[in-house]
């Protein structure tokens, strides 16, 4: 592995957080977490890939609903322990929810409240299985 993974602190566990950034938009579209090899390949290829923790194994973000996220850049946090992927988001659909961004609840007045529609119904999405 390339010296600038070893510039990463990550977790006891071999892993660091990821937020995906929409380009333009500044929007966080999603938050997953990275180990080296996910990391490497997403540098590597342009796109984004993720470490499934549930799943113990990489996660290819759009492998299996066609929403792929195009990396225009990746950045590292001031205390080296976060990375900041900056997004295309292909089809404009981050969630496996079928919305634009996995942050799609807000807190009001003790309540979470959904604040984005669902885009496209998951089952249209998905064949079978989920991101």
């Known amino acids: 592995m390339s010296d600038w993974l070893d510039q990463i602190k990550w977790t006891d566990d071999g892993l660091v957080p990821a937020i995906a950034q929409e380009t333009g938009t500044g929007k966080?579209?999603?938050f997953a977490w990275m180990n080296r090899?996910?990391?490497?390949e997403t540098a590597a290829t342009g796109?984004?890939?993720?470490?499934s923790r549930s799943r113990k194994k990489?996660?290819?973000k759009g492998e299996a609903s066609g929403h792929q996220q195009l990396i225009k850049s990746i950045n590292l946090?001031?205390?080296a322990d976060v990375i900041l992927l900056e997004i295309e988001q292909q089809g404009?659909?981050?969630?496996?929810?079928?919305r634009k961004s996995c942050f799609y609840r807000r807190l009001?007045?003790?309540?979470?409240?959904t604040t984005e529609p669902v885009l496209k119904d998951p089952a249209e999405i998905y064949a079978g299985s989920q991101e």
Do not use: F, K, P, Q
């Open 47 to 51: 796109y984004a890939v993720y470490w």
């Open 58 to 60: 990489l996660w290819r």
């Open 37 to 40: 090899d996910s990391l490497a």
């Open 92 to 98: 404009g659909i981050a969630c496996h929810t079928g």
């Open 77 to 79: 946090d001031c205390d």
């Open 108 to 113: 009001e007045d003790g309540e979470w409240l």
């Open 28 to 30: 966080v579209m999603m």
